[in-house]
Every structure is written in C-alpha cells, then in structure tokens.
C-alpha cells in the first residue's frame, strides 16, 4: 500500500500537508468511524481477554501433590463482587488504551 511519502526521493509528500501539529481537541473531533470501531473494540477486548483467559487456566488441572486447589486459575476462588471490579478496571485499562490507539491512528492521517 503507497503511503504519502512513495514519491520522489526528494521528501515531497504526495499530497499537501494540512496542519503538522494538530491540537488534541481536533484530532478527537476528526475521529472516523473506524478510530471509534477501534476504541471500543480495545475497550471490550480487555474484559473479554481477561475473562477467557482465567476460563482456560481453570480448565487446566495441576498434578502435583502440594498443590491445594489442583488449578492454576489464582483468581478461582474470588467473590463476584471482587471480579466485577476486576473486570471494571480491565474496561477502563482498555478504554485508555483503545482511545490512545485510536488517537494515534487519527493523528496520523
């Protein structure tokens, strides 16, 4: 795929450059449907990750006489409460970092 600088070995870039340091608040307001398809998807993939990720360490079982549990999960015999939490705050890890994926890529056009 061509990118803007695929030109002369000049550095002239293909097409005119509209502003080389935009302000944060106009990159946000240029956001294209797919900067915001790209932030939630970061944002829901983050509790969904963590989610199997404690599913597939459960279904994995230790042989190991000092094991108390028999299981890897650490997480296996936690209140529903606490996860909720747990899940929360994997949603807001992955909101900073959907919106910070999402900026660069606008940022960048």
Do not use: N
């Not at 293909?14 to 946000?28: G, K, N, Q, S």
């Not at 094991?67 to 890897?72: K, M």
């Amino acid at each position: 795929m061509p990118t803007p600088f695929d030109g002369p070995v000049t550095g002239i870039p293909r097409y005119p450059v509209i502003d080389t340091d935009p302000h944060a608040f106009r990159v946000v307001r240029y956001f294209r449907t797919r900067d915001y398809a790209t932030w939630g998807v970061v944002t829901a993939g983050f509790p969904v990750s963590m989610y199997l990720w404690g599913a597939l360490l459960s279904s994995f079982s230790v042989q190991s006489p000092t094991s108390f549990t028999g299981r890897i999960d650490p997480l296996r015999g936690m209140p529903a409460g606490a996860m909720k939490k747990i899940y929360g705050l994997a949603a807001a890890v992955g909101a900073c970092g959907g919106f910070l994926l999402a900026y660069q890529d606008s940022s960048s056009e």
